[in-house]
């Protein structure tokens, strides 16, 4: 139809249920009609060009408003149109160019809460020239997990969650997906970006669902949220690593670096000095030697707990751990090497059982006897000064361990006791003067040859065990030359018993406590076999403890038993020698020296030779003590000996009365002081008997043997004393520097050096002086051992040297002169026998 003069139309919630097209159809020769209004009219169907149909509406219309209707499509746009209404249709479909159109015209384009049937278009103008998306957020629906943008152009009205929703909308924080398609993050989950996924929280770690930052993800306690490698993690902060019980713990504490949050106990690296005693482990021990450990593991050289052995490829050498030549010793040398064992072990056993004469076979010149004066006192010495040597290293290295946790304080030492010990560089060479086959092993370099462990396991067993089998080889010597066993054997005991108990408590010692005296619980391990715990239940633990206990038995109890059997028996023979006493009285211008019985009787029960050896013995003694200096001749008439007095020997200017202890001269009378002599007179007089009772008891195999050993006494009674320092040496070497085993090594030192002093039981005075020095030594190393105190303990060692040293300015003494007296008259004896006289010198010998 056809209105001329139509300008307007409205049909604005007219029910009209048509076709768009129909209704353009009705008014399209309307030349002046420019708007047109149909919004919720039911209208369907697309908006057609108005140009195909040439009608004048293509040029007229300048406003269209089709809202709340269902048009499906817009074919063209008028040129002189200016707003075009779609909102609220549901799909709207634009022909290509139309959207350009409309944004070039400036239509003001209305397409709110409808969506397009095809997005290509609109896309291909996201261009940034046509159109642009604001910065500000349009709308936002929290609910459904999305924010949208609207345009730039305000000639361009769109519901941006349905007009290129995924261009110009996002998922919120806390939601995953594009667009409008939002999925809400789950628990335990996050998402701190818009149109992200969600990423997972840390291990560990928890929050609630929709969590938009990686700080709602709550870490266990005392953790915190850390990145590392562009990866979340839980962990605790600086300084700080997570323990087996899921707490932070100070690094600091536990010895472990921590330079960076995150940090595992069980792996994060010890600091220098410590290692850990089994891998993936969180606590790490402090070595016993700093030079031992670096900063993640053993130094270059060392192997196994607490870094404590050498690894392979390397030996032993004082403490440490050097490389094996790059050539080790061929079987050839081994051979050699083996070889000269065995023959200096041959030489030894020959050297201890050649018989070697006591007496002088002839007066010796004054130059060779004041020599035999002085190596007599100093061979006496030696094994003294041996012993101290001995129980010194002994009491060094117990030092560094303790074998009892309870005992060990929970604070220790400000220095663990491991790394002091290691500062005395003389210890080595010290504990060699053991004369264990531990302390020559070493030396040996076996561990360059064969395997370190085995060597050490080997070495181990033969220490205690080496002793006992050259004590048994003494016991097959016996059989063939009586005597002869028996006397090497009890040499043997002298040199190797304390070497041979101290490698026996080796075998059980263990390693309690590391550097710093912090108990290793379940990792302690046995000291010379590392490889080894304490606790053990393998087949080479079960060898290490029958090796040990039973060296332990033959050690602690056999030896000293059959050495308390020399007691009895010598206890036995000298009953006889006992029972005498000699009498000095005065004859003329001389004196007679006689025998009288001690027994109901009265009666002297000897053979004549018998009679003579004891008298000999009694003045001897009597000359010795009072007639020092002085010249006499001797006669013999039947059971009575004569003693005159010819003056100052001839070859000595010595004046006797200085002899007689000037501190006693100050401190006694004169009456006091021949009572003194007469009781030293009569000890020397029954040494002597002894003597001459062990000379004649040929069938007495045990104690003809033990002959040697009961000289060193001044009475064979005293051979106790040989018991009494083997369960000595026994519990010093298996004692600990602990608060107890220090309390128990201070006591046992400081009995023995009263027992000694008190009992005076050696028959050279000068080492009952030296040997009581000796254990007061040894309660002063065992004073500085425990407090760290290294020049206590090295002065203790020093000072018997340096009172041996002055011993030797005065060797003889009245014991020692009266055996060589007796060994010179017993020479003569036939002559005196005979009624012959005998002269003779009796003269101490002294450098100062």
């Given at each position: 139809g056809t209105f001329p003069a139509l300008k307007s139309l409205d049909f604005s919630g007219s029910p009209l249920n048509g076709n768009l097209t129909d209704l353009l159809k009705l008014v399209g020769l309307s030349r002046h009609l420019h708007t047109i209004e149909a919004s919720g009219c039911q209208l369907t169907g697309p908006f057609p060009d108005l140009?195909?149909?040439?009608?004048?509406?293509?040029?007229?219309?300048?406003?269209?408003?089709?809202?709340?209707?269902?048009?499906?499509?817009?074919?063209?746009?008028?040129?002189?149109?200016?707003?075009?209404?779609?909102?609220?249709?549901?799909?709207?479909?634009?022909?290509?160019?139309?959207?350009?159109?409309?944004?070039?015209?400036?239509?003001?384009?209305?397409?709110?809460d409808s969506s397009l049937l095809d997005e290509g278009p609109a896309r291909e103008l996201m261009?940034?020239?046509?159109?642009?998306?604001?910065?500000?957020?349009?709308?936002?629906?929290q609910a459904k997990g999305y924010e949208c943008h609207q345009f730039l152009t305000e000639k361009l009205r769109v519901s941006p969650d349905r007009f290129l929703p995924d261009v110009l909308c996002q998922c919120l924080p806390g939601w995953e997906g594009n667009g409008t398609k939002c999925v809400k993050c789950p628990e335990n989950f996050f998402n701190a970006e818009s149109n992200s996924t969600c990423k997972k929280c840390p291990k560990d770690s928890k929050s609630p669902a929709a969590s938009t930052s990686p700080d709602a993800c709550s870490c266990p306690s005392g953790q915190e949220i850390f990145r590392l490698n562009e990866t979340l993690q839980c962990g605790c902060r600086q300084s700080f690593a997570l323990g087996i019980s899921g707490d932070c713990l100070e690094c600091e504490e536990l010895k472990l670096q921590c330079p960076q949050p995150g940090m595992k106990t069980w792996r994060a690296k010890p600091k220098a000095g410590y290692v850990r005693m089994e891998s993936n482990s969180s606590k790490v021990y402090l070595c016993l030697s700093a030079d031992q450990?670096?900063?993640?593991?053993?130094?270059?050289?060392?192997?196994?707990?607490?870094?404590?052995?050498?690894?392979?490829?390397?030996?032993?050498?004082?403490?440490?751990?050097?490389?094996?030549?790059?050539?080790?010793?061929?079987?050839?040398?081994?051979?050699?090497?083996?070889?000269?064992?065995?023959?200096?072990?041959?030489?030894?056993?020959?050297?201890?059982?050649?018989?070697?004469?006591?007496?002088?076979?002839?007066?010796?010149?004054?130059?060779?006897?004041?020599?035999?004066?002085?190596?007599?006192?100093?061979?006496?010495?030696?094994?003294?000064?041996?012993?101290?040597?001995?129980?010194?290293?002994?009491?060094?290295?117990?030092?560094?361990?303790?074998?009892?946790?309870?005992?060990?304080?929970?604070?220790?030492?400000?220095?663990?006791?491991?790394?002091?010990?290691?500062?005395?560089?003389?210890?080595?060479?010290?504990?060699?003067?053991?004369?264990?086959?531990?302390?020559?092993?070493?030396?040996?370099?076996?561990?360059?040859?064969?395997?370190?462990?085995?060597?050490?396991?080997?070495?181990?067993?033969?220490?205690?065990?080496?002793?006992?089998?050259?004590?048994?080889?003494?016991?097959?010597?016996?059989?063939?030359?009586?005597?002869?066993?028996?006397?090497?054997?009890?040499?043997?005991?002298?040199?190797?018993?304390?070497?041979?108990?101290?490698?026996?408590?080796?075998?059980?010692?263990?390693?309690?406590?590391?550097?710093?005296?912090?108990?290793?619980?379940?990792h302690a391990f046995r000291l010379h076999m590392p490889f080894l715990r304490c606790r053990d239940d393998s087949w080479q633990a079960l060898w290490v403890d029958v090796v040990a206990y039973s060296s332990s038995f033959v050690?602690?109890?056999?030896?000293?038993?059959?050495?308390?059997?020399?007691?009895?028996?010598?206890?036995?023979?000298?009953?006889?020698?006992?029972?005498?006493?000699?009498?000095?009285?005065?004859?003329?211008?001389?004196?007679?020296?006689?025998?009288?019985?001690?027994?109901?009787?009265?009666?002297?029960?000897?053979?004549?030779?018998?009679l003579r050896g004891r008298l000999v013995a009694a003045c001897a003694a009597r000359l010795a003590v009072s007639q020092q200096g002085r010249r006499l001749k001797l006669r013999m008439m039947k059971d009575v000996v004569f003693l005159e007095d010819l003056g100052p020997s001839s070859g000595s200017s010595f004046d006797g009365s200085i002899e007689e202890s000037m501190v006693a001269n100050w401190i006694a009378s004169e009456e006091e002081i021949k009572s003194g002599l007469a009781v030293r007179c009569r000890g020397i007089a029954e040494m002597l008997m002894e003597r001459r009772v062990l000379e004649e008891a040929r069938s007495e195999r045990t104690l003809t043997g033990a002959k040697e050993i009961f000289y060193k006494y001044a009475s064979c009674r005293h051979v106790w004393m040989e018991v009494f320092l083997k369960f000595v040496s026994v519990s010093l070497v298996s004692s600990d520097v602990g608060d107890f085993g220090f309390q128990l090594s201070l006591s046992v030192c400081l009995v023995t050096a009263a027992t000694i002093a008190l009992a005076r039981p050696y028959a050279q005075p000068q080492v009952n002086t030296l040997h009581s020095s000796c254990f007061a030594s040894l309660a002063m190393a065992s004073v500085g051992f425990y407090q760290h105190l290294p020049l206590l303990s090295r002065g203790a060692l020093l000072l018997p040297f340096l009172i041996a040293a002055l011993q030797l300015l005065r060797p003889d003494s009245a014991e020692a002169l009266s055996v060589r007296l007796f060994d010179e008259l017993m020479m003569k004896v036939e002559e005196l026998k005979d009624g012959k006289e005998v002269s003779l010198d009796?003269?101490?010998?002294?450098?100062?």
């Open positions: 140009g195909d149909w040439k009608s004048p509406l293509w040029t007229s219309l300048g406003k269209v408003a089709l809202q709340n209707n269902d048009i499906t499509w817009v074919d063209a746009i008028p040129p002189n149109l200016i707003v075009l209404d779609l909102s609220r249709n549901p799909q709207v479909g634009l022909t290509t160019g139309v959207l350009k159109q409309a944004l070039d015209q400036g239509v003001y384009l209305d397409l709110q261009d940034g020239r046509h159109l642009r998306m604001s910065s500000y957020i349009e709308m936002s629906k450990c670096n900063s993640q593991n053993c130094s270059a050289g060392f192997a196994g707990p607490l870094c404590v052995d050498c690894a392979a490829g390397y030996r032993p050498v004082r403490g440490s751990c050097q490389a094996c030549s790059k050539e080790p010793p061929s079987r050839f040398f081994w051979s050699i090497l083996a070889a000269g064992a065995l023959l200096s072990l041959i030489g030894l056993l020959v050297y201890l059982c050649l018989p070697r004469s006591a007496a002088l076979a002839a007066p010796a010149p004054t130059a060779a006897l004041k020599w035999k004066v002085l190596t007599d006192l100093a061979k006496a010495q030696a094994p003294v000064l041996l012993q101290l040597c001995q129980l010194w290293a002994a009491l060094a290295v117990l030092s560094s361990v303790t074998r009892s946790v309870e005992t060990t304080s929970g604070e220790g030492h400000e220095e663990g006791s491991n790394l002091w010990i290691s500062t005395f560089w003389e210890l080595p060479y010290v504990e060699t003067l053991q004369l264990s086959l531990n302390a020559f092993k070493d030396s040996m370099a076996l561990q360059c040859s064969y395997d370190g462990a085995r060597v050490r396991f080997f070495g181990a067993l033969a220490a205690p065990l080496l002793p006992l089998l050259i004590l048994a080889a003494c016991g097959i010597l016996e059989v063939p030359y009586p005597t002869k066993g028996i006397s090497a054997a009890l040499k043997v005991l002298t040199l190797l018993f304390i070497g041979g108990a101290s490698s026996c408590a080796n075998l059980l010692s263990c390693q309690y406590v590391d550097g710093a005296d912090e108990p290793l619980a379940e050690y602690g109890l056999f030896i000293p038993l059959l050495l308390l059997h020399l007691f009895t028996r010598q206890h036995l023979l000298m009953r006889s020698c006992r029972s005498v006493a000699a009498v000095t009285q005065p004859e003329g211008a001389g004196m007679a020296v006689s025998l009288q019985s001690l027994t109901a009787d009265g009666k002297l029960s000897f053979e004549d030779s018998q009796v003269e101490l010998w002294h450098f100062l």
